[in-house]
């Protein structure tokens, strides 16, 4: 089935330093997902890419979609404490464009 | 807009009882409903996907069997543990979407279920 390969699993950094975490698949994608989970939170909508190349930003938030739509990439900056999660990316697959196959996700801790 | 409840959202059991976990779309009708289970540290894994009014589907390697899903209306689907044992306590968590979601999905708080 469709498998999301995310790294690292694990970034602790300084606040204000930058972050990034990657998302790849060996196949094209129709469209990837970011979604953010606070420590014994659920996961919460960041946003949805669709375009080949596709680069949006929310506010410190900075996502891109790869040209081939098989790579996809959610970079912070200068954290905040309030940033502490896990990143999880999540992709369509299983012969059906509403199941998500989540990759394992990226913990990301702050030190204030 | 778009919130999904979920009850309980803790729940400590026997081993060999049943557990029943609710998840509902407050403001919206959900389509589609999808069920996940999170270990410690792990990612989301999808057990099912359930349609209102149709049997839902299953992943493989989860048993249908054992996890009871129905899908009465469009803001409810319950998720039924049966014979719980100690490697089904989880995180478990309810997601909705709708028709015009765009495949953005809308997740519950999660149950945690603890069996003893």
């Known amino acids: 089935g469709q498998q999301v390969m995310q790294i690292p699993q694990y970034q602790h950094v300084q606040e204000g330093e930058d972050f990034t975490t990657y998302c790849n698949s060996s196949t094209t994608l129709s469209n990837i997902q970011w979604y953010k989970q606070r420590p014994g939170g659920h996961p919460v909508f960041l946003i949805q890419?669709?375009?080949?190349?596709e680069v949006k930003k929310q506010k410190r938030l900075t996502f891109q979609f790869g040209e081939a739509k098989k790579n996809s990439s959610l970079h912070i900056t200068a954290t905040q404490t309030t940033d502490v999660g896990t990143y999880f990316c999540?992709?369509?697959?299983?012969?059906?464009?509403?199941?998500?196959?989540f990759g394992k996700g990226t913990l990301l801790t702050v030190n204030p | 807009g778009a919130v999904v409840s979920q009850h309980p959202s803790w729940v400590i059991c026997k081993s060999g009882t049943s557990v029943k976990i609710e998840c509902r779309s407050l403001d919206f009708q959900a389509t589609t409903m999808f069920w996940y289970r999170q270990f410690p540290k792990q990612s989301l894994m999808l057990m099912a996907t359930?349609?209102?009014?149709?049997?839902?589907?299953?992943e493989q390697g989860v048993e249908k069997d054992k996890f009871l899903i129905n899908h009465a209306s469009l803001t409810l689907s319950t998720l039924t543990v049966t014979s719980a044992h100690p490697e089904d306590s989880s995180f478990y968590i309810c997601s909705a979407k709708t028709d015009k979601s765009n495949n953005e999905q809308f997740f519950g708080p999660g149950t945690r279920l603890t069996v003893l």
């Open positions: 890419l669709v375009k080949s190349g």
């Open positions: 999540a992709a369509p697959g299983g012969g059906s464009n509403y199941k998500l196959t």
């Open positions: 359930s349609n209102e009014g149709s049997k839902a589907t299953y």
